[in-house]
Every structure is written in structure tokens, then in C-alpha cells.
């Protein structure tokens, strides 16, 4: 008989995101007329540089011809663009990493999922709360969480992220093996300063424990007095492993590819005690479980690099920015509170009431598609996020929209 992994018989359904779009269909086919602007996803509007689609092109041109055709590509991916990488995204800020300690792959969503395979089933795992949910569910799967009960799984160590801690946790009081850490954030698009790292990596070296670092909104950092990456954290080499998309950064969501730095003095134990390099297992789990990220698509990533590509993938992420600065200026004018600072493309508004209620408050009055806070944990049972990934036009229309409900209206 062919038994199932009951743990995923844990999960809980994905009931959330259907029932969204759920709402957002009904209402439609109830008022087929209305507008109804979406800023609820986190995926991308824009279309790709022209810098990689040039590339890309080439790429693609490349692959026709007998003699510049390429097959299996290296598995850690292509030298040109782990290059690039290195120079680029580390060293021009200080931080010694070597183009062996990245590996390209086909999304932050596949590494931030997978990496758990490292680990042993017994660990104590810290994650934020709101929450990107992949953290929460590939620990589930693999059987590292008790049950499901009033909005949380047992066993897991939930990190507070609230208007009273900026929305950066605090470091947990007891012990912990493994901490998911996300900036800027999703959802709350909270960013964290050197200080703030600086704890949870010392956090980190005193109790053996391992950071996983999400930094795939990394570009929408424009404050220069954040760090970009969690290595640019003395003694951060050690106990951290960070994970990067293009996803964002240059409008990949649907083309895929990112990738994930495992430093080589990065270290978890064995059984007795022993130092075991982190990389050298993840090497092997890549190797064995993954073939590469396409060739085209790996010199359209290195695109990014150029200096067309660096100006056209910043002009894309001002656009969305300045997005973000309408939404965000609009709903504190508005009375709510929400982050002030401007280095994400999600704003987290906090509304005090219920988070279903403000959606469908939203969707039915301004014709605005949200996405309710409870969806990414309990701490968002009050907040709404609103995504900035849209056309100007839209968002603008959106916001008038939003402000001629609210005015007069018991929200
Ligand atoms: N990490 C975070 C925090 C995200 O919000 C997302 C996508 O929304 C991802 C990772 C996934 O990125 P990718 O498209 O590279 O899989």
C-alpha cells in the first residue's frame, strides 16, 4: 500500500488565496461594469529590461547553432553570471564572497523551500510572523511542526513583527536552531539596520544556530544607510546563509532565476558535536535534485549587470517605489498607520479591524483588491497589504477610489 507523508495532511488548505479570488470573482459577476484594480498579488507588472531581453535574444540565437549550442550547464550555473554576482552584489559593498559560494537557481521561493533538507527533523525553528508562508510550510511537510491550532503550528517559535517593534522581531528568549529573517519584508516591507543584524547574528554564534536571510526585495533598498545583505554583518560569514531573486530586482517572476550564498566557513553540527560545511550538503543536494537554470535566461540575469541593465532594472524599481510612496503617503493621510520609509514595494496598513472585513470594505466599495494580513500570520489579523505592482495610473485611480470610500463611511 502507498502511504502518504501525513504531515501534509497538517497543512492548512489553500484556502486563503482562493478565497480571494473567490471574492474578487463573485463581485465581478455581480458588477460586471466596475473596475476593479488589482494590488493585491506580489508579482510584477513591467516588462523585462530591454538589457535582458537583448541578451536573452542572443542567448536563444546562440542555442540554435550547432557551434554555440549549450546542453547541461554547470550545476552551481553559469561562471559568467555567478561573476557578476560576486562583484556586483558583494564586493562592491565590502563583503569577500567567492563565486563557488553561489548557486544560481530557478527561484528564492525553490531555495527558501528546499534549504530545510539540510537540516535535522529535531531542530527548533524560528519564523517571523507575518510571514512569507514557504518558510512555514516546507518545515511542515518535512514533519518539524506539530498541528495547526488557532492560526499557528505547534512547535514553531513565532517572531512578533508589530507597529511597537517596527516591525523587526525581537531576538526570541529561548533557544533557537534555525531563524527564517526577511528584509525588507513581506509583507510588512520593514527594513532592518546593521544594529538589528548585528544581534541576531550574535544571536546566532551563541547558540550554534543558523540564519536563513531573504533578501529578495533587496533593490527596493534605497535608504544608504541599510545594509543590503546580511554579510555585510561582521561575523555574519559564519552563520548565515542568504537567498536572492531576480524576480523583483528585474521583473523574472515569470522568467526565473535567483540564487543562494552558502559562505564556506558556513557550519551546522552533527550528532556529536562535529562542524559539518553547510556547502559542500547543498552542493550535494543540487547536484543530485537539480539540473541548472536555463542558459538563456542565466545571460539575461547577467543583463542585469551591464550598465544598461543596472539603469533600466533601477528605473523599473523607482517606478515602483514611487508607487509605494503614493500608496503609503494616501493611506497616512487617511488616518492609518503604516511604515514611513520608502525601501519596499508592499505597505502594510494597519486598519484595527478585521483584515477580511477591510478586503472586502475595499473590493466592494473601491473596487480594489488588497490582500487580507491574516493570510501571513496572526499578527496581520488587523493589517491589509497593498502591493505597489501596478501601472501609476492605476494605483492612482485606486487611491482615489480608496479615499472617496472611506470619507463618510464607518471604516
Ligand atoms: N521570498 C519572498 C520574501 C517573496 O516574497 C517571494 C515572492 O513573492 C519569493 C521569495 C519568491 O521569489 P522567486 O520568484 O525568486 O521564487
Given at each position: 500500500?502507498i502511504k502518504?507523508?501525513k504531515n501534509?495532511?497538517?497543512?492548512?488548505s489553500s484556502y486563503?488565496?482562493?478565497e480571494?479570488s473567490?471574492?474578487?470573482?463573485?463581485f465581478q459577476?455581480?458588477?460586471p461594469?466596475?473596475?476593479?484594480?488589482?494590488?493585491?498579488?506580489?508579482?510584477?507588472t513591467k516588462?523585462?529590461p530591454p538589457?535582458?531581453i537583448?541578451?536573452?535574444h542572443?542567448a536563444?540565437?546562440?542555442?540554435?547553432?550547432d557551434a554555440t549550442?549549450?546542453g547541461?550547464g554547470?550545476?552551481q550555473?553559469y561562471?559568467?553570471?555567478r561573476e557578476k554576482?560576486?562583484?556586483?552584489d558583494?564586493?562592491?559593498?565590502g563583503?569577500d564572497i567567492?563565486i563557488d559560494e553561489?548557486f544560481?537557481?530557478d527561484?528564492a521561493?525553490?531555495?527558501?523551500g528546499n534549504?530545510q533538507?539540510?537540516?535535522?527533523?529535531d531542530?527548533?525553528?524560528?519564523?517571523p510572523?507575518?510571514?512569507?508562508?514557504v518558510?512555514v510550510d516546507?518545515?511542515?511537510?518535512a514533519g518539524?511542526t506539530?498541528?495547526?491550532n488557532q492560526d499557528?503550528?505547534q512547535?514553531?517559535i513565532?517572531?512578533?513583527s508589530?507597529?511597537?517593534?517596527?516591525y523587526?522581531?525581537?531576538?526570541?528568549?529561548?533557544?533557537?536552531?534555525l531563524?527564517?529573517?526577511?528584509?525588507?519584508?513581506n509583507?510588512?516591507?520593514?527594513?532592518a539596520?546593521r544594529?538589528?543584524?548585528?544581534?541576531w547574528v550574535?544571536?546566532?554564534?551563541?547558540?550554534?544556530?543558523?540564519i536563513i536571510?531573504d533578501?529578495?526585495?533587496?533593490?527596493?533598498?534605497?535608504?544608504?544607510t541599510?545594509p543590503?545583505?546580511?554579510?555585510e554583518?561582521?561575523?555574519a560569514?559564519?552563520?548565515?546563509?542568504?537567498?536572492?531573486?531576480?524576480s523583483?530586482?528585474?521583473?523574472?517572476?515569470?522568467?526565473?532565476?535567483a540564487?543562494t550564498v552558502?559562505?564556506?566557513?558556513?557550519?551546522?553540527y552533527?550528532?556529536?558535536g562535529?562542524?559539518?560545511?553547510?556547502?559542500k550538503?547543498w552542493?550535494r543536494?543540487?547536484a543530485?535534485k537539480f539540473n541548472?537554470v536555463?542558459?538563456?535566461v542565466q545571460r539575461?540575469?547577467?543583463?542585469?549587470?551591464?550598465l544598461?541593465?543596472k539603469k533600466?532594472?533601477?528605473?523599473?524599481?523607482d517606478?515602483?517605489l514611487?508607487?509605494?510612496r503614493?500608496i503609503?503617503?494616501k493611506?497616512?493621510?487617511?488616518?492609518?498607520?503604516c511604515i514611513e520609509s520608502?525601501?519596499?514595494?508592499?505597505?502594510w496598513?494597519?486598519?484595527d479591524?478585521?483584515s477580511?472585513d477591510?478586503f472586502?470594505f475595499?473590493?466592494?466599495?473601491?473596487?480594489?483588491?488588497?490582500?487580507?494580513?491574516?493570510g501571513?500570520?496572526?499578527?496581520?489579523?488587523?493589517?491589509?497589504?497593498?502591493?505597489a505592482f501596478n501601472?501609476i495610473?492605476?494605483v492612482?485611480?485606486?487611491l482615489?477610489?480608496?479615499s472617496?470610500?472611506?470619507?463618510g463611511q464607518d471604516?
Amino acid at each position: 500500500m502507498i502511504k502518504i507523508n501525513k504531515n501534509y495532511l497538517k497543512l492548512e488548505s489553500s484556502y486563503f488565496f482562493s478565497e480571494i479570488s473567490k471574492r474578487v470573482t463573485r463581485f465581478q459577476q455581480s458588477n460586471p461594469n466596475k473596475v476593479i484594480i488589482k494590488l493585491g498579488i506580489g508579482d510584477v507588472t513591467k516588462a523585462l529590461p530591454p538589457a535582458c531581453i537583448k541578451a536573452f535574444h542572443k542567448a536563444v540565437d546562440e542555442m540554435a547553432d550547432d557551434a554555440t549550442f549549450r546542453g547541461y550547464g554547470p550545476e552551481q550555473g553559469y561562471e559568467f553570471l555567478r561573476e557578476k554576482i560576486v562583484e556586483n552584489d558583494f564586493r562592491a559593498r565590502g563583503v569577500d564572497i567567492s563565486i563557488d559560494e553561489v548557486f544560481i537557481s530557478d527561484g528564492a521561493k525553490c531555495d527558501s523551500g528546499n534549504i530545510q533538507e539540510l537540516f535535522s527533523k529535531d531542530i527548533k525553528i524560528a519564523v517571523p510572523d507575518p510571514v512569507y508562508p514557504v518558510y512555514v510550510d516546507s518545515n511542515v511537510m518535512a514533519g518539524r511542526t506539530g498541528k495547526f491550532n488557532q492560526d499557528r503550528y505547534q512547535g514553531l517559535i513565532y517572531l512578533e513583527s508589530a507597529q511597537e517593534n517596527g516591525y523587526v522581531p525581537d531576538i526570541p528568549m529561548q533557544k533557537v536552531d534555525l531563524i527564517y529573517l526577511c528584509f525588507p519584508n513581506n509583507p510588512t516591507g520593514a527594513t532592518a539596520t546593521r544594529e538589528q543584524l548585528s544581534k541576531w547574528v550574535a544571536f546566532a554564534h551563541k547558540n550554534k544556530a543558523l540564519i536563513i536571510y531573504d533578501a529578495a526585495y533587496e533593490a527596493f533598498i534605497r535608504d544608504k544607510t541599510l545594509p543590503h545583505s546580511i554579510f555585510e554583518i561582521p561575523g555574519a560569514l559564519d552563520v548565515a546563509i542568504e537567498i536572492r531573486s531576480f524576480s523583483k530586482t528585474a521583473g523574472f517572476t515569470g522568467t526565473r532565476c535567483a540564487y543562494t550564498v552558502i559562505p564556506k566557513q558556513c557550519v551546522a553540527y552533527d550528532e556529536t558535536g562535529h562542524k559539518i560545511l553547510l556547502h559542500k550538503l547543498w552542493l550535494r543536494r543540487q547536484a543530485t535534485k537539480f539540473n541548472g537554470v536555463s542558459y538563456p535566461v542565466q545571460r539575461a540575469a547577467e543583463a542585469v549587470y551591464s550598465l544598461e541593465g543596472k539603469k533600466q532594472t533601477g528605473e523599473l524599481i523607482d517606478y515602483y517605489l514611487a508607487n509605494a510612496r503614493l500608496i503609503k503617503d494616501k493611506m497616512l493621510a487617511l488616518g492609518y498607520h503604516c511604515i514611513e520609509s520608502n525601501n519596499s514595494p508592499y505597505i502594510w496598513v494597519k486598519t484595527d479591524k478585521d483584515s477580511w472585513d477591510f478586503f472586502n470594505f475595499l473590493l466592494e466599495q473601491a473596487g480594489v483588491v488588497c490582500t487580507p494580513g491574516s493570510g501571513f500570520g496572526r499578527c496581520g489579523q488587523e493589517y491589509v497589504r497593498i502591493s505597489a505592482f501596478n501601472s501609476i495610473e492605476n494605483v492612482k485611480k485606486a487611491l482615489a477610489n480608496i479615499s472617496e470610500a472611506l470619507s463618510g463611511q464607518d471604516c
